[in-house]
């Protein structure tokens, strides 16, 4: 699955993940973990949308069902450790419930239905002021700690949500290795062949969208810890439609898609302060010729590359065998 | 007599007023690949449909090994060894050819939490390849489906329908668009698959929608003929030649 330079391109970015953030500030650590949760959360959606096909709009529901989950529980007095799986599962069991239109309805219908989904947990969040405190939200949420060990400065709650990052992605990459995965992307490819070949269709959709929850349950959770403070506002329709962006723009159904799509996300509107009111209008515009340019995403750029590098040998040896010809 | 693998028995379904199958009947013996054949609009793709589980039937049985199996669904239909081809090209365009293949009989294997933990091939690799051989596709195994040739994506296509051991395949018109040079290669091929009837591969039974009449002919043990939702006749190909009645509503002279 993995080439030699893929490997070595692997190492040097890892390097860079566990090197460079004890020389940033506290806001670049910030971002280096913002940027790790997003990656969690997109691979998730990644599995949903890129490799099943499944076109969902309420990702940043389950985020933020994970972040209460962790913010409410923490606040009564439960640890993280209690939070975080309840978070994961309660995300798999609702996932696997929203899954449920997706075997009626696909594509832009599918995308409504759970874009409604997102719109009823956003109103919870606002309106069941009892429970999530409303708009003013949460604060005071604490941070982790293992086995005596405190994850509560910043640069350790980095590697905290940076080996969170490396376990969720390799156990997302065995799935795929297996069998799973091949379901996964025949259920993308054709649906109708894929169960003609006897692959059980309904268990797969319902499943990509009940992982693909917990992955965001999850990301919840660590995103609740390290910002401290939940509300409503990261979690709407809008932020479902980041996030499908994110997957989109890093290219969905490539297994390292998420990180580039994520990074894309989260830095660039960073990068983009200088812009200060500009930013949103020079983010879209980027974005509309990103997808002119490369409509399967980023990481798609490699073997387009391939693609034409070996139509035009193909083209020289045509040539040079109709020369020998003529 | 040995019991037939297959039987139909008076299969009907209508669209509202308009009959598109009007009590069908045949049975398909082991071993035996049976053709269907008729004009465009005489109820072939229905009578599959029906078969394969697309649509339900208004009445009539399917039965398979003795088995009443009318109304089930694709899937289970798979799973109890009912293999097809679509009339149309049906293979997964963004896997490889080698994964086309092994994503066809994977799911014959294990319960789904084992096929999580199984390795990616499922065990299936050595029987991937040898398709591969024998279809002489190696060269382009690697490749994405979706970027081969039409013809080569047609051959993925049937060796797709006979990675799991299939008892019955159906084949929806295996040479439509394909290059005549190729027609011959086909037709070998599932020859060679309808012999082929060792320990460790059962043999297929073969039931062809197909309008190229000397593909039909060379190929089937015998062959239906429907006209208007009917059958008009069944009988070996030399039968079928020689009856008066086809020959006037289809083969012509």
Redesign the interface.
Same mark, same amino acid.
């Given at each position: 699955m993995f080439t030699k330079r893929g490997l070595v391109i692997g190492v040097v970015c890892l390097a860079a993940l566990l090197a460079v953030p004890p020389f940033l500030k506290n806001y670049g650590v910030y971002l280096f973990t913002y940027w790790a949760i997003f990656v969690i959360a997109n691979m998730g959606l990644n599995l949903t949308v890129g490799y099943a096909g499944q076109k969902s709009l309420g990702h940043a529901a389950f985020f933020g069902l994970g972040a209460y989950s962790v913010a409410i529980l923490m606040k009564a007095g439960f640890s993280f450790w209690l939070g975080l799986p309840v978070a994961a599962v309660g995300c798999f069991v609702i996932g696997l419930a929203v899954g449920f239109p997706a075997l009626r309805v696909q594509t832009i219908y599918l995308a409504f239905a759970t874009l409604g989904f997102n719109t009823l947990v956003w109103l919870v969040m606002r309106n069941e002021q009892w429970l999530t405190g409303g708009t003013f939200g949460i604060n005071g949420i604490g941070r982790p700690a293992l086995f005596g060990v405190s994850f509560d400065g910043n640069l350790a709650y980095y590697y905290f949500v940076l080996a969170f990052a490396l376990v969720l992605c390799f156990l997302l990459w065995r799935l795929l290795a297996s069998p799973w995965g091949k379901a996964f992307t025949a259920l993308r490819d054709n649906p109708i062949r894929a169960e003609s070949l006897g692959v059980n269709v309904q268990a797969y959709t319902l499943l990509s969208f009940a992982i693909g929850a917990a992955y965001a349950g999850i990301a919840g959770a660590l995103l609740a810890s390290l910002v401290q403070f939940v509300e409503p506002v990261p979690f709407t329709v809008g932020a479902s439609i980041m996030m499908y962006l994110m997957v989109v723009l890093g290219g969905p159904g490539y297994f390292l898609g998420p990180l580039l799509g994520s990074a894309v996300g989260v830095l660039l509107p960073e990068w983009l302060r200088f812009a200060q009111g500009w930013y949103l209008f020079v983010f879209g515009i980027a974005v509309i010729l990103l997808m002119l340019w490369l409509p399967d995403g980023l990481l798609s750029l490699p073997e387009r590359i391939r693609a034409r590098r070996m139509a035009r040998s193909e083209a020289a040896a045509r040539a040079v065998a109709a020369q020998a010809g003529g | 007599m040995t019991a037939p693998l297959f039987k139909v028995s008076d299969l009907k379904k209508s669209y509202g007023a308009i009959r598109a199958v009007g009590g069908v009947s045949f049975e398909v013996m082991p071993g035996e690949i049976f053709g269907v054949i008729g004009p465009n609009g005489s109820g072939k793709t229905t009578l599959f449909n029906s078969v /394969?589980g697309q649509i339900r039937p208004d009445a009539g049985t399917i039965e398979l090994n003795g088995h009443d199996i009318t109304g089930l669904? #694709? /899937?289970q239909l798979? !799973?109890r060894g009912v293999? !097809?081809t679509?009339q149309t090209l &049906?293979?997964?365009?963004?896997?490889s050819v080698r994964?086309n293949l /092994?994503? %066809? %009989? &994977?799911?014959?294997?294990g319960t789904?939490i084992g096929? *999580? /933990? %199984? #390795?990616?091939d499922?065990g299936l690799g050595s029987k991937a390849d040898a398709l591969i051989a024998q279809f002489r596709i190696g060269h382009v195994a690697h490749k994405k489906a979706g970027e081969l040739s039409y013809g080569q994506q047609k051959l993925v296509d049937i060796a *797709?329908a006979f990675m799991?051991d299939p008892s019955l395949v159906l084949l929806d018109e295996p040479c439509a668009g394909v290059n005549p040079s190729l027609v011959g290669g086909i037709s070998d091929l599932l020859k060679q698959l309808n012999r082929a009837g060792d320990a460790e591969r059962k043999r297929s039974s073969f039931i062809v929608i197909e309008h190229n009449m000397d593909f039909v002919m060379d190929l089937c043990h015998r062959i239906l003929v429907m006209v208007e939702g009917m059958v008009m006749a069944i009988g070996t190909p030399s039968e079928i030649r020689a009856n008066k009645q086809v020959l006037d509503a289809y083969l012509g002279n």
């Open positions: - | /394969l669904s #694709p /899937l798979n !799973r293999g !097809r679509f &049906q293979v997964f365009a963004k896997m994964d /092994l994503v %066809a %009989a &994977q799911e014959h294997r789904m096929r *999580m /933990l %199984a #390795p990616g499922s *797709m799991s």
